[in-house]
């Protein structure tokens, strides 16, 4: 089983570079200095030249706030880039597993979103992965989305790496109480492809969408205090966190107030059940005391 991953250095890209395949998978993964996913017919020429059996998309264009003023930029990456992986593994035969987001819907449910839910993204963010959904499903039939949510890793730019470093800096951080979802670890997405990928390998797939995230939810102020109290032992010093509503923290674009994921169905069809949301933080936590103290 030969796998190509776009986003070698991201969040995801970088667990599953990382992670303990076996012996039989042959892993090769491409970052943004090797592929420019702007560049739509390099895009293509990797999957065509590389000829693997399962093409993984964890690259993204994440900047929620920028991507306000970059839409263009955002749509190539999001929309445009997926799009052209997916004709590609139409045309040699790969599946491709794609990794989307709850930034697709807009936050009025009472209820976890199901797969089966309308997206009506607020952002331009959201907007341009909802389209690159669309894309994936209308070039490649063998395609499994993958949305997630609030992803969290020893790797790039994420809300728990945000907090750890203000805690060094300030004594009281200001935290978004109003807004709900449910926090996953960057490990724990790459455990749920592993499974999927046995299942394509078995040949006993259900093509299609699906929703995987941490167990359980949480509001970004109820986060940031697990981050800390977890943290504690590592920190110079114990911030006081506040909580504060969307309207007192304005930023460019809107998020949605409530984006919690039923991952029922990926249970059912993979037999995937997401631990709890807060299960990885102490080893993420540990792995960047380790770093920092090397």
Not at 27 to 41: F, G, K, P, Q, S
Not at 221 to 243: M, T, W, Y
């Amino acid at each position: 089983m030969k796998l190509l991953i776009f986003g070698k250095t991201g969040q995801v890209g970088s667990e599953l570079y990382r992670y303990n395949w076996p012996h039989y998978y042959s892993i090769e993964a491409v970052n943004r200095v090797e592929i420019d996913l702007t560049d739509h017919l390099a895009v293509a020429r990797c999957i065509h030249s590389k000829n693997p059996d399962v093409v993984i998309n964890a690259a993204a264009y994440t900047a929620v706030d920028q991507a306000e003023s970059e839409k263009e930029l955002a749509f190539k990456i999001n929309s445009e880039a997926p799009g052209i992986m997916a004709r590609a593994c139409a045309e040699t035969g790969a599946a491709l597993i794609h990794i989307s987001t709850d930034y697709v819907f807009d936050g009025f449910n009472k209820a976890p979103y199901r797969e089966g839910d309308k997206p009506a993204p607020f952002s331009i963010y959201g907007g341009s992965k909802a389209r690159g959904e669309r894309n994936v499903r209308e070039a490649c039939d063998r395609h499994l989305i993958l949305r997630t949510s609030w992803i969290y890793s020893v790797h790039g730019s994420n809300f728990l790496k945000t907090v750890l470093r203000l805690c060094s800096e300030r004594r009281e951080l200001r935290i978004v109480s109003d807004q709900t979802g449910c926090p996953t670890s960057a490990t724990s997405i790459a455990a749920a492809i592993q499974k999927m990928l046995f299942a394509i390998t078995d040949m006993e797939v259900a093509w299609g969408t699906y929703h995987f995230c941490g167990s359980g939810q949480v509001t970004w102020h109820g986060f940031a205090e697990r981050i800390v109290n977890q943290a504690s032992p590592f920190l110079i010093r114990k911030p006081n966190i506040q909580p504060v509503s969307t309207e007192d923290y304005p930023a460019k674009a809107r998020r949605p107030a409530y984006s919690v994921l039923d991952c029922s169905k990926i249970g059912k069809k993979f037999g995937i059940y997401p631990e709890s949301w807060d299960k990885g933080l102490v080893e993420v936590i540990n792995e960047l005391n380790m770093s920092q103290g090397q």
